[in-house]
């Protein structure tokens, strides 16, 4: 490279940063762009356990309290809140609870000499899945209850040996994957945007009459958005550290990959800047991107248990890659079958082919 | 008359120069696309876990505990094999657990002690409780077969009473399994498999003692992805009307044709009305051939009677967008950032409005948020007209939305001829 290169990189670097500078609305859009999918995964994640249901609890006996407090205890399966029939009522039919959970007067008594007795669960059906949900909990929760009895006439219990010691928040494993999104959602929108920009305001004729390659100077914008794209990342992992309260097990490692992301999608937007070389459709095309990526990335559960397929089609991705070594950096989890040096070693794969294919592009599209 | 031949002339105008721009085009598409494609990845998400299942004793009980396992396919992806099979696709995250019947099970059964053992892959809670309610329901059969559910019909008075009054069947896909399992069609199933003989109890045994009454509030089951799939509906007409009038009217600044629009000899009231007329035929089509790919492939059926208050809501809905977009495009400068922030507007506006969750599980100040959200009565309007035989809850939702479009198109139209003045 020689010195008027050098010189033109350093220019691209400070003409992007001047311009981000100038552009606070745009930068600001962005940053909401990336912290609006932690909200879409955060409100997605409270659909997951605790179905709100209302407890109209008819018995004061011991028992009942021993089957309420085994109901809250069963796998997440409920948010019980006591009320009465027609709030409860009312509360259903507005969409405020899935269920109306009753216990009769005679539970307790029932249970004590033995006699069956019926509770009675009104359910808002409005989709099979959380039905589902609430048809396997309640249950499971009178399982636990008979066995915590030690009812006579029960053959079988479970005993279960977990393979992780804690078990992790549905919301805290899917915000620590949103992370990944975050850091393609910026670094891609800037640095796509910085490239196109070039060729829609024509500006790319103009640097074919500079005395050194457009390459350079491009370059070098590409170069300043990696860097702001790696300091505005700093804001959506400070929500996630003081926010949601997910402190990374090992926080270097938890940075460098971010960091590592940032500078691969960085990359990518370059490509896509290069190929579309206009600037509206940009965000929409890098947001209509992450949200098929999020989830053949095996950020709501380990890929693989959505079947072979659609973890085939993951390895297509980085993104699959990069959720598996933030993960293991955020909560010690292993979410991949490959270890997470594979994993490193494939992003940086990942991370030089895409410099090459930024690099080859933008060399073809510049004079 | 010349204000009726200019309204024609704007939205067809703006309709063009909407048609002949990709990457509007593109902005206005792309998210909704991307979330319905990210809805029908995560519906194959959810639902069944890939379980090793492992039965290492061949005795009438053991046998008894692996066809209740084998018949709750709605839980699990059964995979048969051995222990040392297990324990590697465990490890390769085949399967998300092992459930291992040991081989002392009957033993034990005898004595009221069998054991089965879930090792579990415990990532993240989500399927992991799946899990351990499915596995725990199933050992709760093994003793009380009628453990689960029993939908009893005419439940707490509903707004889908009458249609339940007229007889429509309800699925209750719980207790049609629970009585597959206890029943005596068993037997012929037990000769399929060639088994010696199964360890049976009668249906109505229950140890426990609790049965489970379950009523449901509605008539009809929708699976997860037409229910999460179906307000992409919504994004899509919010984000076309939003972006498409939103982008012109940006345009107009930039171009320079707000100067020219204010000089013409009609009202500037006629041609904001034309502008959005652009934005709600945009909408209008896109959403006829999706709509129209919807009715071909099954996913959008209403019942016929419903396609009037369909149209009507989908109209509304693109009139919103269109002032809302109205209003942006004034706003905010640049066509990259009014591109943006109108899918940001729309995204927000969908999420809050339930389109991506479900409004009973979110804390209470954000229920009370989405209840100001106009989306949420698009949505719900939506769900009720596709997947319901009664339209209860129709005329609010479409209440409210008329008038959230009266004022957005207001407030739009005052903006755009504020700034066409400027």
């Known amino acids: ?367 | 008359m010349s204000n009726l031949r200019a309204i024609g002339a704007l939205a067809r105008l703006d309709l063009r120069l909407w048609l002949k721009s990709p990457a509007a085009i593109a902005s206005a598409l792309l998210p909704p696309l991307g979330m319905a494609l990210l809805l029908a990845v995560l519906a194959l998400s959810v639902g069944e876990q890939p379980v090793a299942l492992v039965v290492e004793a061949h005795g009438p009980y053991a046998l008894r505990m692996e066809k209740l396992l084998r018949a709750d396919d709605e839980a699990y992806l059964l995979k048969i094999t051995d222990a040392p099979t297990a324990e590697r696709l465990l490890r390769t995250q085949e399967v998300a657990a092992i459930i291992t019947i040991p081989a002392d099970f009957d033993r034990k059964a005898v004595n009221h002690d069998a054991i089965l053992h879930l090792k579990l892959n415990n990532i993240d809670i989500d399927f992991a409780d799946d899990i351990r309610r499915s596995v725990e329901r199933s050992a709760g059969q093994f003793d009380a077969p009628s453990l689960g559910h029993h939908e009893a019909p005419g439940a707490i008075p509903d707004k889908e009473g009458a249609a339940r009054a007229e007889g429509e069947k309800h699925e209750g896909a719980g207790e049609a399994k629970a009585g597959k399992e206890a029943g005596p069609e068993d037997h012929e199933e037990d000769e399929n498999n060639n088994a010696p003989y199964v360890f049976d109890v009668a249906p109505d045994v229950n140890p426990y003692h609790i049965v489970v009454e379950e009523h449901d509030l509605r008539v009809t089951h929708v699976d997860f992805l037409h229910y999460q799939l179906i307000p992409v509906l919504v994004l899509l007409v919010l984000n076309i009307g939003m972006t498409g009038t939103a982008l012109l009217c940006a345009g107009d600044g930039e171009r320079g044709t707000a100067r020219l629009l204010v000089l013409a000899p009609v009202s500037a009231w006629a041609l904001v009305v034309g502008r959005m007329l652009g934005g709600l035929i945009a909408s209008v089509v896109v959403l006829i051939p999706t709509v129209g790919l919807g009715v071909a492939a099954g996913i959008i059926a209403p019942p016929a009677n419903h396609w009037a208050p369909l149209l009507a809501l989908f109209l509304v809905i693109a009139l919103c967008a269109a002032g809302l977009g109205a209003a942006l495009g004034t706003i905010l400068r640049g066509s990259r950032n009014v591109a943006m922030a109108s899918s940001i507007l729309a995204t927000y506006l969908f999420l809050m409005g339930g389109g991506f969750t479900t409004i009973a599980f979110l804390p209470p100040w954000l229920r009370h948020i989405s209840a100001l959200d106009p989306m949420r009565y698009a949505i719900d309007g939506l769900r009720e007209a596709l997947f319901y035989p009664t339209l209860t809850g129709f005329p609010t939702d479409l209440a409210v939305l008329t008038g959230t479009a009266i004022v957005t198109v207001l407030l739009g139209a005052a903006m755009v001829i504020r700034s066409w003045r400027r």
């Not at chain 1, 920009?197 to 590409?222: Q, V």
């Not at chain 1, 702001?228 to 992992?237: Q, R, T, Y």
């Not at chain 1, 993104?319 to 270890?339: I, R």
Request: glycine share 8%.
């Open chain 1, 1 to 367: 490279m020689r010195r008027s290169d050098l010189q033109a990189v350093v220019g691209g670097f400070q003409a992007e940063i001047l311009q981000l500078r100038r552009s606070p609305l745009f930068v600001f859009l962005t940053i909401v762009q990336a912290i609006t999918f932690l909200l879409l995964v955060s409100l997605f994640g409270l659909t997951g356990s605790s179905a709100p249901v209302a407890l109209i609890c008819k018995d004061t006996g011991p028992y009942a309290r021993t089957f309420i407090s085994t109901l809250e205890s069963t796998h997440h399966s409920f948010d019980l809140k006591e009320m009465d029939l027609a709030s409860a009522t009312a509360a259903l039919h507005r969409g405020d609870l899935v269920g109306i959970l009753t216990i009769p007067e005679d539970f307790s008594q029932s249970v004590l000499f033995g006699k069956d007795v019926t509770i009675r669960i009104d359910i808002d059906n409005v989709n099979t899945d959380m039905t589902d949900d609430v048809q396997r909990g309640l249950p499971s929760a009178i399982v636990r209850f008979g066995q915590q009895l030690h009812l006579p006439d029960l053959h079988v219990r479970v005993v279960e040996q977990d393979l992780i010691p804690h078990d992790t928040g549905y919301i805290a494993y899917l915000v620590v994957s949103g992370l990944v999104l975050n850091a393609f959602v910026i670094a891609g929108i800037l640095s796509a945007t910085a490239i196109a920009r070039e060729f829609e305001s024509g500006t790319i004729k103009l640097l074919s009459l500079a005395p050194t390659s457009a390459f350079f100077p491009l370059a070098g914008r590409a170069a300043a958005t990696t860097v702001f794209a790696g300091g505005a990342l700093l804001l959506p992992l400070a929500i996630v550290v003081f926010g949601y309260r997910i402190v990374p097990v090992h926080p270097m490692a938890a940075v460098g990959a971010l960091m590592l992301c940032t500078a691969l999608f960085s990359c990518l937007g370059i490509v896509l800047g290069a190929l579309l070389k206009r600037t509206v459709p940009v965000a929409s095309l890098i947001v209509g991107m992450s949200l098929p990526l999020y989830l053949c990335s095996g950020a709501l559960e380990p890929e693989r248990y959505d079947g072979e397929k659609l973890w085939i089609l993951g390895h297509l991705s980085p993104v699959y890659h990069a959720v598996g070594v933030v993960q293991m950096a955020f909560h010690g989890l292993k979410v991949t079958p490959e270890s997470t040096s594979v994993n490193i070693l494939a992003l940086a794969c990942w991370l030089v082919a895409m410099l090459a294919l930024a690099a080859w592009l933008l060399r073809r599209r510049t004079p």
